[in-house]
């Protein structure tokens, strides 16, 4: 299986949510299968400058191609659209809109955000096109950035999204309903999202699962809290954290009846 992962910023010191996604996403599945990222020189979300020399390199293992931004984000402009398209309200307060804003937007205004939202990176997009025979399918990460809407459009019949959607308003601008039922399938990151997002496009022919990401622990930490290894591996326990929008949501389950996340101890005797 070859698998190339897009996503707009990629790095061993970005920590953005969506990006340290695909990172711990693209790290697993090349135990698996033959990865490679495919990204901008970008590190900045804001600006969107070339701060990564463009080309090939390997992080922990994965090949990553880099693709020039071709320009930076004009700030005062992308501040005017967002309160044009989602209401002043997300201009100033982010995350927050205007409904009423939102419905009264059209889809070239939508467009004229996206190109001012980014990275506006035409060289990836290219690329996808010219090579996507290399491929069986590409992962995209966020729904909301330049290169996803406009590279998933180009392979989308081997495409894969993960939306990270929030409950922002950006979902229900005009170009994104349809976007939502392009792909072959999606991957959510909570039963929360996918329902939102069926809401918005009723795209819900399209294969959708909510999938987790693990998060591997250092074994010292887990020692210190939990005891040896070998007193509890017989004991399952799964930890969950994700969010929809600003409402965080954590659930835990435990076969020892733990709470508050934390397994029950066992005894000397287990």
Partial sequence: ???????????????????????????HLARHASVAVLTTCASDYVTWANDYPEGEEVLNGVPVRRFAVERPRDIERFSALTARVLGEVAR????????????????????????????????????LRRR??????????????????HGLNAVADRSVLVPTAEDDGVYRLPLFPPFFRRPRALVYN?????QMIHRASGNQAVLG??????SELPRAWIRRAFGPVTAWRDRSCSTWAGSTGTRAVRSSSTSSG????????PSASS
Avoid: K, N
Wanted: glycine share 8%.
């Fill in 132 to 149: 996507r025979g290399d491929w069986d399918f590409f992962l995209f990460f966020s729904y909301r950035y330049w290169t996803t809407w």
């Fill in 92 to 127: 100033e307060e982010p995350g927050r809109f205007d409904p009423q804003a939102v419905a009264r937007a059209s889809e070239e205004e939508a467009r004229a955000w996206l190109d001012e939202q980014g990275p506006f990176c035409p060289r990836l997009v290219e690329h």
């Fill in 190 to 194: 909570s039963v929360e999202e996918r």
């Fill in 1 to 27: 299986m070859r698998l190339a992962l897009v996503v707009q910023r990629y790095g061993l010191d970005i920590a953005g949510g969506a990006e340290y996604h695909c990172r711990l996403v693209a790290e």
């Fill in 209 to 214: 699962e909510v999938v987790g990401v693990g």
């Fill in 258 to 265: 733990a709470t508050a996340g934390r397994p029950a101890r």
